[in-house]
């Protein structure tokens, strides 16, 4: 039976955050939780079955069975050695996310989700699709503690950060829908749900590792797109670390004071120092940025706002996503109108300055962040 020193010493090299609210033992295991094999990257699987006496030779069995086979419990890995079957079901689980709400929105293409963890905190998670792909929009942390204004995972507040496992559960829970509904497989993963990725760096970059392994899902790294409200040190890692997710930084304000009206973390990270972390990332990493510009009428969506931001944006590789302002009851903006996000995007052309409006969905089943959990916490006063 593995202890609880085991288990933090397993995760630790590499990186995992533990996650103690895993599926609890059954009575006679002294209350330890079971290890989330969802957890583990495949160095850390090898790791754990060499501290058992095993060959790490049986990790790749076991990667397939949760990846390519996803099997709903270990129970059903028959054709590893007895042995050490009988320890996976001793000592491990494989536990997914069960659905609170599932909510079909008009546009036929969006579906979103509130999911129930382990210890019945809940998530956000949307399936998005299009022409021939589907992607999936994965929440990191429960809450947010960046507290834009606007969002409604913002305004809710921060409760704790999710593991590396309930993070690629997500994207399982997504995956296995598509396949039991014959849908298109799963191409496309943004986690722009609810928290902030570089908050929770460890866990999501672990999660990461463990999408993209050839061995598994194989998810390839450029279908991967990280948003950030500018956590500059989180930036600068990624640069360091040759991640190649794409990534998204979150701007909506070209004047410090403009932005921290609307992004409180932008009072400890000015604009000045965001836009150089980008730079070296841009440099680093030899690819552009994407910055994403919620539009709220008359808030930030006049046309000197637009040619502030093409000045801000010109030295640097970059790509602007519009996103007209998608309303929550703890913020009374509107969305910009069309004729004005229009006028924006044109004035962004004059400076060069590649935009893309975002196409609207899910507005009729509060698709925005955190909007979906926001509305059950109203109705059944469930947290």
């Excluded at 040619?307 to 703890?330: E, R």
């Amino acid at each position: 039976m593995v202890n609880w020193q085991e288990y933090t010493s397993l995760l630790r090299p590499a990186k995992i955050l533990i996650c103690t609210l895993c599926r609890a033992r059954p009575l006679g295991y002294n209350h330890l939780p079971m290890l989330n094999l969802y957890d583990l990257n495949y160095p850390a699987l090898e790791n754990l079955l060499q501290t058992w006496g095993f060959s790490p030779y049986h990790a790749g069995r076991i990667w397939a069975y949760l990846y390519q086979e996803q099997v709903d419990t270990v129970a059903v890995m028959t054709d590893l050695r007895r042995d050490l079957q009988d320890r996976l079901v001793q000592d491990t689980a494989v536990p997914l996310p069960h659905t609170r709400l599932d909510t079909h929105s008009s546009d036929g293409f969006t579906r979103k989700f509130l999911l129930a963890l382990a210890d019945g905190q809940t998530i956000e998670t949307v399936l998005m699709g299009f022409k021939g792909r589907a992607t999936a929009c994965v929440s990191t942390q429960v809450g947010c503690a960046m507290g834009c204004v606007f969002c409604a995972t913002g305004q809710m507040g921060f409760t704790r950060h999710l593991s590396a496992g309930e993070i690629v559960g997500q994207v399982l829970f997504v995956d296995r829908l598509l396949q039991e509904t014959s849908q298109p497989r799963l191409r496309n993963i943004v986690l722009m749900g609810m928290g902030e990725p570089l908050h929770n760096y460890e866990a999501t970059m672990t999660a990461v590792d463990i999408l993209t392994h050839p061995k598994g899902m194989a998810i390839a790294p450029r279908h991967i797109t990280l948003s950030t409200v500018g956590v500059v040190p989180g930036i600068i890692r990624l640069a360091d670390e040759g991640r190649q997710v794409r990534l998204a930084v979150s701007l909506h304000g070209a004047t410090d004071a403009e932005r921290q009206a609307l992004v409180p973390p932008a009072r400890r990270w000015p604009l000045a120092e965001l836009l150089d972390a980008c730079r070296y990332y841009t440099q680093k990493r030899k690819r552009h940025i994407f910055f994403e510009w919620t539009l709220i009428e008359d808030k930030n969506d006049a046309p000197e706002q637009a040619h502030a931001l093409g000045q801000l944006l010109q030295t640097i590789p970059a790509h602007v996503n519009l996103i007209p302002l998608n309303p929550t009851p703890g913020y009374d903006g509107l969305p910009t109108a069309r004729p004005s996000v229009k006028q924006f995007q044109a004035i962004l052309t004059q400076y060069g300055i590649p935009s893309t409006v975002r196409q609207r969905r899910g507005i009729d089943i509060a698709a925005g962040c955190g909007q979906l959990k926001v509305s059950d916490i109203q109705v059944s006063g469930v947290k």
